[in-house]
């Protein structure tokens, strides 16, 4: 059946991308994607600030904060600055905001996966109606992802500490020098690109209910990655030439470029899913039936 529909999608290209557009279109997906950047907004601060209050326990939090900002450059490019500074006064000042505070951060923490989860299931509608995910494996799913992301972080930030050295060394092959001075950044740069691709490739996994083969995830974590990518340095060019938001909204400018580019961001992912969801669709209706017959 899978090369009966991958032949469909290369003999019927045009028509299964249509399906695609009226899917997510009947399925809402700006609302959805509107949604999900939306509590996305609500939980990039109070989760990382969480996950530096942690790790800032048996890590040196500059490196901490450093590593966090190549990570908010690949979510909101023009805005991490912004973002860091908002976490950096949280964690110079965690201490004041007590247990029920921390509990309140936990809370907001979990709402980006957790709407995520809720919009995934819309687009895999086939496969609720089929079966449900007990409410506890929901309400675990965004804390194992906030550890994940605990884990990659100081991952990353060690390493960066073993790369940083590099700047100042050079390589000598058949006689000639390289400089190895920005080796770093590059590096970095395509470690968080790698752990881009496989944290998406997780949620197509992990976030709608039922099986999804590795290989087909893993594909939609690509193309997703590489489509945020080219629309990540598109928008940094729009909010930096083109757009008049500063003018508009003024002090409130960052926070709606932050929950613009989020919204970018989720309409990917989701839009992503629906491809996954036709495809696993073709072959279930009449029209797809016919273009296997075809």
């Known amino acids: 059946m899978s090369s009966s529909r ?10 299964f991308a249509v399906r695609v557009v009226n899917g997510f279109r009947a399925n809402q997906g700006f609302l959805l994607s509107g949604a999900v950047a939306y509590y996305t907004l609500l939980t990039i601060v109070p989760m990382f600030a969480l996950i530096l209050v942690g790790l800032s326990q048996i890590h040196e939090t500059q490196g901490l904060l450093e590593t966090l900002r190549e990570y908010l450059v690949l979510i ?8 860091i500074d908002q976490i950096s006064a949280f964690v110079q000042n965690w201490k004041v905001v007590g247990l029920t505070g921390i509990l309140i951060l936990l ?5 980006a996966f957790t709407s995520l989860e809720s919009a995934m299931s819309v687009i895999f509608f086939h496969r609720v109606a089929i079966q449900r995910r007990h409410f506890l494996i929901s309400a675990i799913i965004p ?24 700047d100042a060394k050079s390589l000598t092959v058949l006689g000639n020098h390289w400089s190895l001075s920005g080796l770093e950044t590059a590096l970095l740069y395509l470690l968080g690109v790698g752990g881009e691709i496989l944290l998406l490739t997780s949620l197509y996994l992990v976030m709608p209910v039922g099986k999804l083969s590795l290989r087909h995830a893993l594909i939609g974590g690509i193309t997703a990655a590489l489509l945020w990518e080219v629309t990540r340095h ?10 008049l938001v500063n003018v508009v909204y003024g002090a409130f400018a960052t926070v709606v470029i ?36 075809t």
């Open 143 to 166: 804390y194992c992802y906030i550890l994940l992301l605990a884990i990659g972080m100081l991952l990353v930030s060690t390493v960066s500490g073993s790369l940083h050295s590099l």
């Open 6 to 15: 991958f032949r469909f999608v290369l003999d019927h290209p045009w028509q």
């Open 234 to 243: 598109i928008l940094v060019w729009y909010f930096s030439t083109l757009s």
């Open 258 to 293: 932050i929950l613009l580019t989020l919204e970018a961001a989720a309409i990917i992912v989701l839009l992503g899913a629906q491809v996954i969801a036709e495809y696993e669709r073709i072959g279930s209706d009449s029209t797809a039936t016919h273009g296997l017959q």
């Open 76 to 83: 909101t490019p023009s805005q991490a600055d912004a973002l």
């Open 107 to 111: 809370f907001f923490s979990s709402l």
